[in-house]
């Protein structure tokens, strides 16, 4: 059972990183100050999600379906590690 639990949390690590480099990318699709923005500034990402959030939807959304993953299977997975 630890096999798959770390799997799954492997995959959710996967799904939250590729979904935050496309968020980023699509950033720096529209400006590149947005982008750098992005990357150091506080709170500029949410800004740009609310601003495009029809380029920013998807890629927001693989991200938090990552978090979610990694979030159930800690818990779920807990006694198993």
């Known amino acids: 059972m630890e096999i798959v ?10 799904m939250l990183v590729a979904g935050n480099i496309w968020f980023l ?6 400006s590149i ?19 495009h959030w029809d380029q920013g939807a998807k890629p927001f959304g693989l991200s938090i379906l990552g978090a979610v993953v990694c979030i159930l299977t800690a818990i779920f997975g807990q006694g198993y590690l």
């Open 5 to 14: 639990v770390l799997i799954l949390m492997g995959i959710g690590g996967l």
């Open 25 to 30: 990318v699509e950033m720096f699709r529209t």
């Open 33 to 51: 100050l947005w982008g750098l923005g992005g990357l150091f500034v506080p709170f500029v990402t949410l800004i740009w999600l609310v601003l």
